[in-house]
């Protein structure tokens, strides 16, 4: 039991500490599009620098983005444990994230020892303030399967980047390391399973019931599946040097434990209480869907030798994964996020009255989402088709351009509104 | 569903945001000495940034079901009974 009575509250951060890495990830969405555009190899194979660099567009420049931003509000809102002082946080993490992502695709793009550097600086910089400020908040937060997944992908993170770092200075000439490619397997896996699926699955408790009103998941399900999936990426990181067979034990266990969350989430989703469209649930079904496609080809690559070999494989497994997956769920959270916070802050800013401000489904034209959800599925089926077709690499690009800038002008939309109601950025 | 001084916001089973917009409603409908009863299946932490900028308390507990149930009232309202559980 709990009794404020008008106290002065630690207000809510601003608008604009949100909101700038919002709107600053769909313009590196449209940078990764240009890429693909200017570069046909971009999608030819893995270890291109068109690549390298179009890949960490994608998972630093729009995931990291988002999800940073998103959890210095997700924190206080799903866990009631604020994030300390966070105007200083955002500064000193959205400003290293930007320039330090650009300077890791000048890297890529041009091998100049210097850019690496750059790099390095301030993505290590940005990151470990982050992780340090959401240690903090994570520390203060009460328990529960959400707080518990949000813990253990911070340390997929922190993981992520210790090892990128290094991988990074080895590309500098100032070391070299053994077992390059095991290091290189292991910042793949950390950053794109034990951080990214990890953080979703942890905020998927929260929001998928909330959003769109299903049963809850399972309560075994949140203790144990964090966990396990965090335990299977050490045991698959660390046996390639140790004992191999194990490393396959693990593979096929990650394989099982993304096959299991991605169902039950399409199975509780088929179970809502009210069944009205709605543009973050499409896009959380494609997201789904999209790691069961991740599991199925991972599978066929085990049952074909000569196909896990090719250039193609890790293409499409990549393209499913960080398009089909990653980018579908930021996506369809940024849809309820951004006009959330736009309404939220009109509220406290000008006390409104009922009927006085536009609700939250009023912030973003209904239409105008759809439309950019269509965009995003052309986008990816392109994406696919390239990975196996070179000649469609510039349609692709072109696609996941105008997917990404309709994305924006959407949520800019919401911060017009916002503003035309008398909304201040302070 | 209103008593002569409390008003019921039953907002379990209403997708976010809606419940949160609900008591907004509610709040410009509470005369003196009223009280809103808010129910829900979670605790609505950013409910209570907006009640503290615009002057009301508010007492949260839970009971034998398992829901939230959130009292609100105008901290200013020296009539409002004091919200207790």
């Known amino acids: 039991m709990s009794l404020q009575a008008g106290l002065s509250f630690d207000q809510a951060p601003p608008f604009t500490l949100p909101l700038r890495f919002f709107l600053t990830a769909p313009l590196f969405l449209l940078l990764a599009a240009a890429l693909i555009v200017a570069a046909p190899d971009a999608l030819a194979a893995r270890s291109t620098p068109h690549a390298f660099a179009l890949t960490h567009a994608l998972t630093l420049g729009f995931l990291a983005m988002t999800m940073l931003g998103a959890l210095t509000q997700m924190l206080p809102v799903v866990a009631g444990a604020k994030v300390p002082r966070p105007r200083l946080v955002a500064w000193l993490v959205h400003l290293p994230l930007v320039v330090g992502t650009l300077a890791l695709m000048a890297g890529f793009l041009t091998a100049a020892p210097v850019a690496f550097g750059i790099a390095v600086g301030l993505l290590g910089f940005g990151l470990v303030v982050f992780l340090l400020a959401a240690s903090v908040s994570l520390a203060r937060a009460a328990h529960s399967a959400t707080v518990g997944g949000m813990r253990l992908a911070a340390l997929g993170l922190a993981l992520t980047v210790v090892l990128g770092g290094a991988l990074a200075l080895l590309r500098m000439g100032w070391w070299t390391l053994p077992g390059v490619p095991t290091v290189v397997t292991a910042h793949i896996a950390f950053g794109l399973l034990g951080w990214v699926l990890l953080l979703v699955i942890g905020v998927a408790y929260q929001v998928v019931p909330m959003f769109q009103m299903t049963p809850p998941y399972p309560p075994a399900l949140r203790r144990w599946l964090g966990g396990i999936l965090f335990a299977l990426l050490l045991l698959y990181a660390v046996a390639p040097t140790v004992l191999p067979v194990a490393a396959s034990a693990a593979a096929i266990g990650v394989a099982g434990v993304i096959t299991l969350f991605a169902l039950i989430t399409l199975r509780l989703q088929a179970k809502r209480r009210r069944k009205l469209p709605d543009v973050t649930l499409a896009y959380w079904r494609v997201g789904m869907a999209s790691l069961i496609a991740c599991v199925a080809v991972w599978l066929g690559a085990r049952l074909a030798p000569d196909w896990r070999a090719s250039d193609a494989y890790p293409m499409l497994l990549g393209i499913l994964f960080i398009a089909g997956f990653a980018v579908s769920v930021v996506s369809g959270m940024l849809y309820k996020i951004v006009p959330f916070l736009a309404w939220f802050h009109l509220q406290a800013q000008l006390q409104a009255r009922a009927g006085s401000i536009p609700t939250m489904k009023e912030m973003i034209g209904e239409r105008w989402m759809r439309a950019q959800f269509y965009l995003h599925l052309l986008a990816c089926s392109l994406l696919l088709v390239a990975a196996v077709r070179a000649e469609w690499t510039p349609a692709a690009g072109v696609a996941l351009a105008a997917s990404a800038l309709l994305l924006w002008l959407n949520l800019l939309a919401a911060v017009r509104r916002f503003w035309r109601h008398g909304g201040r950025f302070l | ?85």
């Open chain 2, 1 to 85: 569903m209103e008593g002569s001084d409390e008003i019921l916001v039953d907002a379990r089973g209403l997708a976010a945001p809606e419940p949160l917009e609900r008591v907004m409603d509610a709040l410009d409908t509470l005369g003196p000495g009223q009280t809103i009863r808010l129910l829900l299946h979670r605790e609505p932490f950013p409910l209570y940034e907006l009640l503290a900028e615009r002057g009301y308390a508010h007492a949260t507990h839970e009971d034998v079901e398992g829901n939230y149930v959130i009292l609100i009232r105008s901290s200013h309202d020296p009539t409002a009974p004091p919200a207790r559980e």
